[in-house]
């Protein structure tokens, strides 16, 4: 059975940092690109970071300079660190799973919620 457990979300004050992690089950963890998505109220899951099983890694516009995607295959997780964070950061953050050869094989976390208030 596979499972995606997020942890490390929270609140946090503007201009803050948070981490979120991400442990994976059931699967080959080295064989799947793994991605960090969210989705706000109102509004569409977007694309936040994703890392290649080979370490390669792709930002959204919006977060780029701010998040760092990272992986340990050792202990099949990944993680999303989020510095400078914006009220408009704040949304559920959902890990994905996606096998590189077989698109099909793709997993979804739970999510887990990011709330950026003063």
């Known amino acids: 059975q596979v499972q995606l457990v997020e942890s490390g979300g929270g609140l946090v004050q503007p201009g803050g940092s948070l981490r979120v992690s991400c442990a994976a089950s059931?699967?080959?963890?080295?064989?799947?690109?793994m991605g960090w998505y969210r989705q706000a109220p109102g509004n569409q899951r977007e694309l936040v970071a994703v890392?290649?099983?080979?370490?390669?890694?792709n930002y959204a516009d919006s977060v780029k300079g701010r998040f760092t995607i990272s992986r340990d295959n050792a202990k099949n997780t990944v993680y999303l660190q989020m510095n400078s964070l914006q009220p408009e950061d704040t949304a559920v953050y959902y890990c994905?799973?996606?096998?590189?050869?077989?698109?099909?094989?793709?997993?979804w976390g739970q999510g887990t919620q990011v709330t950026v208030s003063s």
């Open positions: 994905n799973a996606r096998h590189v050869v077989s698109s099909w094989l793709d997993y």
């Open positions: 059931g699967i080959t963890f080295r064989a799947y690109a």
């Open positions: 890392i290649t099983s080979d370490g390669s890694t």
